[in-house]
Nanobody, 126 residues
Framework: QLQLVESEGGSVRTGGSLRLSCAAS?????????MAWFRQAPGKEREGVAA???????VYADSAKGRFTISRDNAKNTLYLQMNSLKPEDTAMYYC???????????????????WGQGTQVTVFS
């Protein structure tokens, strides 16, 4: 059973940067999974931020384009999310997710992921 553990998030000032990581364990086929980052702000639905397929193709939410970069290191079984130019509206609980299904670039739909991390808080203050 695949397990996902996110790194600690943090609090940063507007315009700052953070890098999240997500360590996967328990499945030797991790490299074939699509992976993604989602976030959920209080009172809002969980939304897809960025996804990456097993070939390294990526897809981003409009809110993340040009500011966030998703990447994966299959040798380390680790997923990353580099977040730059952070804004207060980026404040949320961030979750990594994985699934053996394949979508070009990965999917940003919560319905397409069967494995989830526990979440990590990111707070951006002005």
């Amino acid at each position: 059973q695949l397990q996902l553990v996110e790194s600690e998030g943090g609090s940063v000032r507007t315009g700052g940067s953070l890098r999240l990581s997500c360590a996967a364990s328990g499945d030797t086929y991790y490299s074939s999974y699509q992976m993604a980052w989602f976030r959920q702000a209080p009172g809002k639905e969980r939304e897809g931020v960025a996804a990456i397929d097993s070939d390294g193709g990526t897809v981003y939410a409009d809110s993340a384009k040009g500011r966030f970069t998703i990447s994966r290191d299959n040798a380390k079984n680790t997923l990353y999310l580099q977040m730059n130019s952070l804004k207060p509206e980026d404040t949320a609980m961030y979750y990594c997710a994985a699934d053996p299904s394949y979508y070009v670039g990965g999917s940003l739909s919560t319905d397409e992921y069967g494995h989830w991390g526990q979440g990590t808080q990111v707070t951006v203050f002005s």
